[in-house]
C-alpha cells in the first residue's frame, strides 16, 4: 500500500473514507476488517444532522486493561453508510481533531461524496473549511478496459463480488 502524497488535511478526499489512508497508510476497509482493533457501536444516533452508526479502532497496545481509541468514525446509514466524521482522539472521551462533513452529493447512483465540510480543534477558534463550487466528478472518461488488470501467474485472487477464489495460471 502506497501513502497518498498529498496531506489529507488539504483535499477534500480527507473528508471521505480515505482520510485512515493519509495519516495511517491503512485503508478503512483493512481498519474494519481487524476485528480485535475494531468497536462497532451499532445503535443509530443522530450526529449532526445525519442518522449514524459508529465504529472506534483502537490501539495495538492496552492502557489501564483497555485498548484505547485512537479515531471515532461516523457512518451515515442513509447515504449507504458514508463516513461523514472522524474524531482524532488523544486520550479517553478527549477530541484531538475532529473532521465533520457538513453535506454530501450523490455523485453516481449509491455513491456519496462530501460538498462540505470542516476541521475544528476543540477549544481552538480556527475553523478550516471546504465547500464544493462546482459539480463533483467522478470517473470521468473511464471505460470497462481501464478495470482490466492483468495479474501475474501465480498471482492468488479473492473476488469477493462474484465470491470465488483462485490462482492466476
Known sequence: YNKPDVDGN????GFTALRPAYFQQ????????AKDKV??????????????????????????????VYMRIYFSVDHGYTPVKFEHMKGPDMVALSVKVESLEEVAEGVWFPSSGTITIPGSDRVNTYQAIGPILVNQGLTDKDFDIDFPVGTEVHDEIQDK?????
Open 26 to 33: 491503512i485503508p478503512l476497509s483493512d481498519c474494519l476488517r
Open 10 to 13: 488539504q483535499t477534500p478526499l
Open 39 to 68: 468497536r462497532l457501536d451499532n445503535v443509530v444516533k443522530k450526529i449532526d444532522g445525519f442518522n449514524t452508526i459508529r465504529a472506534d479502532l483502537l490501539t495495538d497496545f492496552t492502557y489501564e486493561g483497555n485498548r484505547p
Open 165 to 169: 477464489e483462485y490462482v492466476v495460471k
